[in-house]
């Protein structure tokens, strides 16, 4: 495992057990319309790439059926230890979870006939080459369906900035480089699923909202995800003044609802691989 791939398990071992439970709806939306998107049928088999508490996991388990079989792969063990707990809750015998690295899982060719990667390609080190190994997993006639983030609307964008003092550049590259800007855009996620062998290519455009109550809610959903890792580079004396800010400016979007509401837009790509010639 490399040190990139380390740090995420080790940033979402950290998660694992309060993991998008603030109450706000986010990535099971967005995993349930990739899901919508891929088309799952009943009794195929599928594959659920970095699959967290199973936002994905489920909904393709309720797609394909007691008769199908759905596996989920994450690299953190903690997560992985949760949805599985979660499958059992649940009562489901079509699912299995591995503990494994997504970027480069050791699975059977041309075992699935579908697999997603919800909302997880901009933690990989190499997009594109986890983009052929997925591709090599797929069924004659197999589909790929990723989500990524695309733009955030200037209100996210300031409360993300708050942060920028504070985070080490290898984290500014990571949410600012070319990879993420690629992944940002349908015409960049076609390149790197062309560049991955990918062919028929299609994307559905998202807009989401956040809706939440106020900086308390923001603070505790924020750190129950990735941004973990942002409020984790701001020093202990820092704090104070960084919600004090963000309450300001967030307390400034309140609708005349009450409600604080954050828009992103989500890009739901769906792909099969390209011929090939014989």
Known sequence: MDGQTSRIAALFDRVADTYDGAGVPWFQPIARALVGEVGPRPGQRALDLGCGRGAALFALADAVGPDGKVTGVDVSRLMADAARADADARGLSNVDIRVMDAGRPDLPGGAFDVAVASM?????????????????????????????????????????????????????????????????????????????????????????????????????????????????????????????????????????????????????TVAEPAPTLA
Do not use: C, N
């Open 120 to 268: 997880m390609l901009f933690f990989l080190p190499d997009p594109v080459a986890a983009l052929r190994s997925w591709r090599d997993l797929l069924a004659p006639g197999g589909r790929l369906g990723v989500s990524t983030q695309g733009s955030r609307d200037p209100g996210w964008r300031l409360l993300d900035e708050i942060f920028l003092p504070f985070l080490p550049p290898v984290m500014i590259q990571a949410r600012h480089g070319s990879i993420a800007r690629r992944l940002a855009t349908a015409e960049g996620v076609h390149g790197l699923l062309t560049d991955a062998g990918y062919g028929s290519v299609r994307t559905s455009i998202v807009d989401m909202e956040l809706v939440l109550d106020g900086v308390d809610q923001w603070r505790a959903w924020s750190r129950s995800h990735a941004a973990r890792s942002m409020w984790d580079a701001v020093p202990d004396a820092e704090l104070p003044r960084l919600l004090a800010t963000a309450h300001e400016h967030l307390e400034g979007l309140r609708g005349t609802d009450g409600k604080i509401r954050l828009g992103e837009r989500i890009l739901l």
